[in-house]
């Protein structure tokens, strides 16, 4: 009897384990979306830091020396190029200019004796009734008069100049700061402080450090036809995040590279009608230095990471089966990281249905656009059900 019912408890098992077996077969392929990778020309943004540098910038500093009188300016106004800005005393200076007009009113009543008496000496010369050096004498004399005349007319000349210094003027247009200078105080032409300085800040500069390891390569590959040259518009983002409205343009960059940090500064210029922009200011520059046409642009959540940080797609095989690529994807524009290796025109490239998709995983491709939901089949569900059931 031992033998009849233990040879009923194996077939028992066996059945048992068969069912159990069948229930839980092979799952059925994974839907999952796909795209078709495409080249496309997107451009190579760059993001520098840089510094806001006004237009023009100038001291206002004294030509002449003497007490300040006056003071013509509100401080942190506007101010043309000419207008006057400060009084020096020009008491010794108008009295330099008199004394220089009554030296050239003196050498011109020199003159004109000499020029006379060297008149009446020729005929009397031509006579022998007097000696030809008296002539030629009374002659170097009118001439040595007419010299003074210059002399002292260029004497009058500085006087004046120096007198028209007493005034200081506005050297250009902008917005001037503070007085360094206070009324009754002593300037002097060689002072080592200025009496004001004056900016210019609509339009305004924006300079810009990169890296010169980072301009040599795209120089380099620009050469080379790998990338295309790119637009010089640049955007601005201000402290807080705030962006500034206007768009600027890159004039040059420099020819040299700073030693200390190994930079280049790439110079801007930004309209600046409001004053929003002050000299000094910290922002962030943001352009594309060129683009690349061989580019190709997919969605973000598709490219993931390994432990390592390399990046790598998973690809719908002509198998039905996954394939996993490395890719390269340093960078992203806008929603989609820009693949510049790695793949291949026409490979499909999964973006739905990745959670938990592995290496040589069967799988149903349907394109991303499609309207077919794109999630784990039924009998997934049933066949986990059926497993734990028999479980």
Do not use: H, W
Not at 249 to 269: C, K, M, P, W
């Amino acid at each position: 009897m031992r033998l009849p019912l233990l040879l009923l408890a194996v077939a028992t098992l066996s059945a048992c384990s068969g069912e159990s077996g069948k229930d839980q077969g092979e799952k059925p392929a994974a839907a999952v979306g796909y795209i078709v990778a495409a080249t496309s020309t997107v451009p190579v943004g760059v993001t520098l830091s840089g510094r806001t540098v006004a237009f023009e910038t100038s001291e206002v500093r004294p030509q002449v020396t003497g007490v300040i009188r006056k003071r013509f300016f509100t401080e942190g106004s506007l101010v043309k190029a000419g207008q006057p800005l400060f009084e020096i005393d020009p008491s010794l200076y108008r009295a330099a200019v008199n004394q220089a007009q009554a030296n050239l009113s003196s050498a011109r009543a020199s003159a004109e004796a000499a020029s006379v008496k060297a008149d009446r000496y020729r005929p009397l010369a031509d006579m022998e009734a007097i000696a030809k050096q008296d002539y030629t004498d009374a002659l170097s004399e009118a001439r040595v008069a007419k010299a003074a005349i210059a002399q002292n007319a260029a004497t009058l000349d500085t006087a004046k100049i120096n007198l028209r210094f007493t005034t200081v003027p506005a050297p250009i247009s902008g917005r001037i700061g503070r007085s360094l200078i206070t009324v009754g105080a002593l300037s002097s032409a060689t002072q080592a402080d200025p009496l004001a300085v004056i900016q210019r800040m609509d339009p305004i500069y924006v300079d810009m450090q990169q890296s010169a390891n980072e301009l040599t390569a795209l120089r380099r590959r620009l050469a080379e036809g790998g990338v295309l040259p790119g637009s010089t518009d640049v955007r601005l983002q201000l402290d807080g995040g705030t962006m500034y409205p206007l768009t600027g343009t890159v004039q040059f960059s420099e020819v040299t590279v700073d030693q200390t940090t190994g930079t280049v500064t790439l110079r801007a210029r930004f309209p600046n009608p409001d004053g929003a922009l002050l000299p000094g200011m910290f922002v962030t520059a943001m352009f594309n230095q060129a683009s690349d046409p061989n580019a190709m642009l997919i969605p973000q959540n598709a490219v993931q990471r390994d432990f390592d940080g390399s990046a790598y797609v998973m690809l719908a095989g002509a198998d039905g089966k996954a394939v996993r690529r490395k890719v390269t994807a340093e960078r992203t524009y806008g929603a989609s990281a820009v693949v510049t290796g790695g793949l291949r025109k026409g490979d499909k490239v999964i973006v739905q249905g990745l959670n938990g998709l592995r290496q040589g995983a069967a799988i149903r491709a349907v394109p991303s656009t499609s309207e077919q939901q794109v999630a784990p089949p039924k009998g997934d569900q049933a066949a986990g059900g059926a497993a734990k059931k028999g479980g």
